[in-house]
Protein backbone atom coordinates (compact mmCIF):
# COMPACT_ATOMS: atom_id res chain seq x y z
CA UNK A 1 0.00 0.00 0.00
CA UNK A 2 1.65 3.14 -1.04
CA UNK A 3 1.67 6.16 1.32
CA UNK A 4 1.22 10.02 0.66
CA UNK A 5 3.22 12.67 2.95
CA UNK A 6 3.80 16.36 2.75
CA UNK A 7 5.88 18.46 3.71
CA UNK A 8 3.62 22.36 4.52
CA UNK A 9 5.80 25.23 5.05
CA UNK A 10 5.07 28.34 6.46
CA UNK A 11 8.18 31.89 7.00
CA UNK A 12 10.28 29.09 7.68
CA UNK A 13 8.67 26.44 9.72
CA UNK A 14 7.48 23.00 9.59
CA UNK A 15 4.11 22.12 10.16
CA UNK A 16 3.54 18.53 11.55
CA UNK A 17 0.52 16.63 13.58
CA UNK A 18 0.45 14.18 16.31
CA UNK A 19 -1.43 11.14 15.52
CA UNK A 20 -3.23 9.77 17.65
CA UNK A 21 -2.47 5.90 17.97
CA UNK A 22 -5.50 4.09 20.01
CA UNK A 23 -3.22 0.74 19.66
CA UNK A 24 -0.92 2.55 22.27
CA UNK A 25 1.82 1.61 19.33
CA UNK A 26 5.72 2.83 20.18
CA UNK A 27 4.96 5.57 17.43
CA UNK A 28 2.18 6.78 19.94
CA UNK A 29 3.50 10.53 20.57
CA UNK A 30 5.46 10.93 17.40
CA UNK A 31 4.91 13.81 15.73
CA UNK A 32 4.82 13.29 11.61
CA UNK A 33 4.42 15.39 8.40
CA UNK A 34 0.80 15.25 7.12
CA UNK A 35 -0.01 11.63 5.52
CA UNK A 36 -2.41 9.09 3.99
CA UNK A 37 -2.25 5.44 2.66
CA UNK A 38 -3.81 5.66 -1.37
CA UNK A 39 -6.92 4.67 -1.82
CA UNK A 40 -7.91 2.69 -4.79
CA UNK A 41 -8.23 4.45 -7.67
CA UNK A 42 -7.00 7.75 -6.56
CA UNK A 43 -3.31 9.52 -7.19
CA UNK A 44 -0.81 9.88 -4.83
CA UNK A 45 -1.27 13.33 -5.26
CA UNK A 46 -4.79 13.57 -4.93
CA UNK A 47 -4.83 11.65 -1.56
CA UNK A 48 -2.90 13.70 0.25
CA UNK A 49 -4.69 16.83 -1.00
CA UNK A 50 -7.97 15.51 0.37
CA UNK A 51 -6.02 14.34 3.74
CA UNK A 52 -4.63 18.33 3.90
CA UNK A 53 -8.30 19.31 3.64
CA UNK A 54 -9.25 16.50 6.35
CA UNK A 55 -6.83 17.74 8.55
CA UNK A 56 -6.36 21.03 8.35
CA UNK A 57 -9.15 22.65 6.63
CA UNK A 58 -6.93 23.87 4.21
CA UNK A 59 -7.88 23.43 0.28
CA UNK A 60 -3.89 24.21 -1.54
CA UNK A 61 -4.28 25.33 -5.02
CA UNK A 62 -0.43 23.50 -5.74
CA UNK A 63 1.91 21.18 -4.29
CA UNK A 64 5.09 20.01 -5.61
CA UNK A 65 6.08 16.49 -6.19
CA UNK A 66 9.49 15.78 -4.33
CA UNK A 67 10.36 11.96 -5.34
CA UNK A 68 9.17 8.15 -4.48
CA UNK A 69 10.85 5.68 -2.05
CA UNK A 70 10.22 2.35 -1.19
CA UNK A 71 10.82 1.42 2.62
CA UNK A 72 9.36 -2.16 4.29
CA UNK A 73 7.39 -3.14 0.95
CA UNK A 74 5.70 0.16 0.93
CA UNK A 75 6.24 3.32 -1.71
CA UNK A 76 5.95 6.30 -0.02
CA UNK A 77 5.44 9.60 -2.38
CA UNK A 78 6.66 12.94 -1.15
CA UNK A 79 5.46 16.05 -1.83
CA UNK A 80 5.90 19.98 -0.71
CA UNK A 81 4.02 22.71 -0.72
CA UNK A 82 4.03 26.34 1.45
CA UNK A 83 1.20 28.28 3.42
CA UNK A 84 -0.12 31.40 2.72
CA UNK A 85 -0.94 33.84 5.74
CA UNK A 86 -4.99 33.39 5.02
CA UNK A 87 -4.05 29.01 5.07
CA UNK A 88 -2.75 29.38 8.23
CA UNK A 89 -5.19 32.06 10.10
CA UNK A 90 -8.19 29.45 8.94
CA UNK A 91 -6.64 26.16 9.89
CA UNK A 92 -9.08 23.87 11.94
CA UNK A 93 -8.00 21.15 13.37
CA UNK A 94 -9.83 17.81 14.27
CA UNK A 95 -10.91 17.17 17.40
CA UNK A 96 -7.64 14.93 19.32
CA UNK A 97 -5.56 15.98 16.79
CA UNK A 98 -2.48 18.01 17.74
CA UNK A 99 -0.86 20.55 14.94
CA UNK A 100 2.12 22.68 15.37
CA UNK A 101 4.46 24.67 13.54
CA UNK A 102 8.15 23.63 14.15
CA UNK A 103 11.40 25.12 12.73
CA UNK A 104 14.44 23.01 11.25
CA UNK A 105 16.08 22.55 14.27
CA UNK A 106 13.56 21.80 16.22
CA UNK A 107 12.79 18.68 14.56
CA UNK A 108 16.39 17.48 15.94
CA UNK A 109 14.34 17.59 19.27
CA UNK A 110 11.27 15.36 18.42
CA UNK A 111 9.94 12.23 17.96
CA UNK A 112 9.21 11.64 14.50
CA UNK A 113 7.22 8.94 12.69
CA UNK A 114 9.51 6.66 10.37
CA UNK A 115 8.17 7.23 6.93
CA UNK A 116 8.30 11.56 8.44
CA UNK A 117 12.12 10.46 9.09
CA UNK A 118 12.71 9.47 5.55
CA UNK A 119 11.30 12.19 4.09
CA UNK A 120 13.83 14.80 6.20
CA UNK A 121 16.55 12.67 4.96
CA UNK A 122 15.66 12.50 1.41
CA UNK A 123 15.31 15.85 1.03
CA UNK A 124 17.46 17.62 3.91
CA UNK A 125 18.76 19.93 1.18
CA UNK A 126 14.88 21.05 0.37
CA UNK A 127 14.75 21.73 4.23
CA UNK A 128 18.67 23.66 4.44
CA UNK A 129 16.84 26.18 1.62
CA UNK A 130 16.37 29.71 2.43
CA UNK A 131 12.84 29.03 0.72
CA UNK A 132 11.23 26.90 3.70
Known amino acids: MDISLILLTYKGKILLTNKDYPDHSVEKSAWCFISEHKKTNSSPKDTILKKVIEETAISLN????????????????????????????????????????????????LSLTVSSQLLIEKHRDLLDSPLV
Open 62 to 109: AIKFLSSCKYKNKIRHFFYGTLTDDNVNNIKRPEGKLINFFSIKELGN
